[in-house]
């Protein structure tokens, strides 16, 4: 990081390098095609199954109309399935289906191979310190 360089300017360049790169390796190589967005959401929905639709939003730090066209996105591709909350009628849980499973395993394969990509050559010492500094400058963000 150069010395008048601002942090969040830094991060966000790499972020847009990644998103770039991450777009591009996924249309080229995955079967099913998702957005980055999409592919993040999937995520979030496997790793926790059904969901609030309501908590999905928040998660993704989009409003409501926008996670909403991205669930039906993932729906109408028969990745994501949506049910009615038995404990809340008004809400909808969200999970994944078996070929949302297999997408996910996928796009997991194409982001692991891009990563080992981008760190090749880089001592495993230095990507261990940045992810720790990663985290922790994440937590401390959290907590602001």
């Known amino acids: 990081m ?68 991205m669930i039906d996105s993932l729906e109408a591709k028969g990745l994501a399935l949506r049910t009615v909350n038995p404990e809340d009628r008004r809400e909808n849980l969200l999970s994944i289906t078996p070929k949302g499973e297999e997408t996910l395993r996928q796009y997991q394969e194409i982001e692991k191979k891009l990563s080992k990509e981008l760190t090749e050559g880089i001592p495993a010492e230095k990507i261990a310190v940045f992810l720790e500094v990663a985290d922790l400058l994440s937590k401390k963000a959290d907590s602001m």
């Open 2 to 69: 150069k010395k008048d360089e601002l942090l969040g300017s830094l991060v966000g360049k790499l972020r847009n390098k990644l998103h770039r790169l991450m777009k591009q390796r996924y249309a080229l190589e995955a079967e099913t095609k998702l957005t980055v967005e999409e592919f993040m959401l999937l995520c979030m929905i496997n790793a926790k199954t059904d969901q609030i639709l309501r908590n999905i939003a928040i998660a993704t730090g989009k409003n409501k109309s926008v996670a909403m066209r």
